[in-house]
């Protein structure tokens, strides 16, 4: 009897030991100061401007605009900013481009966590958004939206699908795609992952930087910036 009251308690401890942990609310830095603060202790944590960093690079500012999968406009500026090792690296990469004849075009980067908040309140469809409970990478200042450009024309590469599709097609990994249009994708997955991103599985124009999760969640808005 007494063993067995002895094995009943150890389950019950081991369950309680074992059981995951209830998460906590996600951390959210949302005071500029605070943030300044920050950057000025490490200056990776810093926000640069990628139009200001790295020279030829094109901005299409989606979520400035009513042309997005929202058909709203939840930017009041078009600017695209990421984190210091970010921009660095997105540098190179713009170089090794230019040695091709090519270069870079910004959909989106840095996104105000209020802003993912709002696109995963009106998006229809929530398997595209991120949940505001973990946050985006582009709250982070880790993720880039982009394409590739010709630098002579101005005009963008051929890509599967046009940015914020959701076809099948716009899988980093579809084959069922002209030759050329694939020859395009793969350069710039196979670029910018050879420079610490790695492309999201179902979206070609998504990559997410190396480090993110060294990074906080960001709610400062473009204005302050």
Not at 94 to 120: E, H
Request: some cysteine; proline content about 6%; overall charge positive.
């Amino acid at each position: 009897m007494i063993q067995s009251i002895s094995l009943i308690l150890w389950i019950l401890v081991f369950n309680q030991q074992s059981a995951p942990a209830t998460p906590g609310p996600i951390k959210v830095i949302k005071s500029f100061s605070a943030y300044q603060r920050a950057f000025q202790r490490d200056l990776n944590l810093e926000l640069l401007e990628l139009k200001k960093e790295i020279p030829g690079i094109e901005l299409d500012i989606r979520y400035a605009t009513n042309n997005n999968f929202m058909k709203i406009a939840v930017y009041k500026q078009a600017r695209a900013f990421a984190r210091r090792p970010v921009v660095m690296q997105l540098k190179k990469v713009q170089l090794a481009l230019n040695k091709k004849g090519y270069g870079l075009k910004i959909y989106d980067a840095y996104r105000p966590y209020t802003v993912t908040k709002t696109l995963y309140l009106k998006a229809k469809n929530k398997n595209f958004v991120a949940p505001p409970k973990i946050g985006s990478r582009h709250n982070r200042g880790c993720a880039i939206d982009l394409t590739l450009i010709d630098m002579k024309t101005g005009k963008e590469l051929e890509m599967p699908t046009p940015y914020d599709s959701f076809s099948p097609m716009a899988a980093a990994n579809y084959k069922a795609l002209p030759a050329p249009t694939l020859k395009n994708r793969d350069l710039l997955i196979q670029v910018m992952q050879a420079h610490g991103f790695r492309v999201l599985s179902n979206e070609w124009w998504h990559f997410d930087f190396r480090d993110y999760r060294k990074y906080d969640l960001l709610d400062i808005p473009f204005e302050k910036l």
